[in-house]
């Protein structure tokens, strides 16, 4: 192992976490945005819709750049404009503004996370094991601490420029200098055997496409918690309202553990192993949320749902990088979008069968619909047969088994 793909590893995984930083900060004081503009109710939804729409045009047009221009580039200034964008939402003044810095901060994150998860399947892939988990529990620190700090503005009443301009200030400069370490594809350790196999390799998209569900299904089951943990706790099992601020926080801090011991998870049993026991995780922890009597069942339901969830993002990643180790740039970039899909469903979806039918029998849906992993877990070990034929078949050899890793 050398130190330029552990610096290039830590670097990266600083990026994550910044960025988990910025979009909590974001998404944590969506109240405090909309009294300052004065945006209505009826408005609001279009504006938090625009942000995942842009993020997907801009990890489709990642892919398309990432021809001609490095993805550590990429990431070297898209990470900079989304903390300017964030600034630039707590300083404006008029609702014009607001759109275009809300704007500029979607297009933006679509390139950051399209561009980070690429260096991070080509880090993993250097690197012989699982590490693509650990990226993504700097990401869930970053929110934490994104949420904390959005939490003492909120406290103390400062305006969204004064919370922001601190946290922009040391961090621009940080992840300008950090990214000096960024390690492409090209700048690692000799390329895998694998890799140069799949050299010119095109990415075929219903290979993909179970990973593409996956993706979707995942971000369905995280929106949902984000977006109506606090109201059912409190509407549908009675607790107080306090009490109702716990379950998310919860969701985070364990989602945060189970990625930071998932890799070892996945280096003893392989990555389709763990994707199914995080698919029935999660499935328990909805069917406890569904069926709870009170409130501390449910957030023993939530906490599960956090140990489940995490998974599967970071490995529907990695596997990707799997499936197509010559285009895995392009691969990433792909199925980056139905993570804005995922997002842009579970909430609504939460919330018409909410209304329709009840908020007890819309948890089940999400539950539905993670179990449906276990259908396609065999693609998390998987990669398309090079040699004509154009079926799957089984690696010999999963990430993460023994301690040869690939």
Not at 224 to 251: F, R
């Amino acid at each position: 192992m050398t130190d330029v793909l552990r610096r290039g590893r830590a670097s990266l995984a600083f990026s994550f976490l910044v960025q988990g930083v910025a979009f909590a900060l974001l998404v944590t004081r969506i109240p405090a945005i909309q009294d300052r503009y004065g945006v209505s109710d009826a408005l609001l939804p279009a504006f938090l819709a625009a942000v995942p729409i842009l993020a997907g045009v801009g990890s489709v047009t990642t892919e398309r750049l990432v021809k001609r221009v490095r993805p550590s580039r990429l990431l070297r200034w898209s990470q900079p404009v989304v903390l300017l964008a964030l600034l630039g939402v707590g300083a404006g003044e008029r609702m014009v503004e607001l759109g275009v810095a809300l704007a500029a901060f979607g297009l933006a994150v679509g390139v950051l996370d399209a561009s980070m998860n690429m260096l991070g399947v080509s880090l993993q892939r250097s690197y012989g094991r699982s590490i693509m988990l650990s990226f993504h529990a700097a990401y869930s620190l970053g929110g934490i601490v994104g949420a904390s700090l959005a939490w003492a503005g909120a406290h103390w009443d400062l305006a969204l420029w004064v919370s922001y301009l601190p946290v922009v200030a040391v961090l621009l400069p940080a992840v300008l200098v950090g990214s000096r370490w960024y390690v492409d594809d090209g700048d690692a350790a000799p390329a895998v055997e694998e890799k140069a196999a799949g050299e010119g390799q095109v990415v075929v998209f219903k290979w993909l496409l179970p990973l593409c569900l996956v993706m979707t299904v995942a971000y369905i089951g995280d929106s949902t918690v984000s977006n109506w943990s606090a109201k059912y706790l409190q509407d549908v099992l009675g607790s107080s309202e306090q009490m109702a601020t716990v379950p998310y926080n919860v969701y985070m801090v364990t989602t945060l553990l189970g990625r930071a011991i998932g890799d070892l998870g996945v280096r003893r049993f392989g990555a389709v192993a763990v994707v199914r026991g995080g698919a029935l995780v999660a499935a328990g922890g909805f069917a406890v949320v569904a069926a709870a009597p009170g409130a501390w069942v449910g957030m023993l339901g939530f906490t599960l749902l956090g140990l489940g969830l995490c998974v599967l993002v970071p490995q529907t990643f990695a596997a990707a990088g799997r499936l197509f180790p010559g285009a895995s740039d392009a691969a990433v970039a792909r199925l980056n979008v139905f993570n804005y899909v995922g997002f842009l469903i579970g909430s609504p979806l939460v919330g018409a069968l909410g209304d329709l039918w009840s908020y007890r029998g819309a948890m089940l849906v999400p539950m539905v619909l993670v179990l449906v992993t276990l259908v396609y877990a065999r693609s998390f070990a998987a990669q398309p047969d090079r040699y004509g034929g154009g079926h799957e078949r089984p690696r010999t050899a999963d990430v993460g088994r023994g301690s040869n890793g690939l």
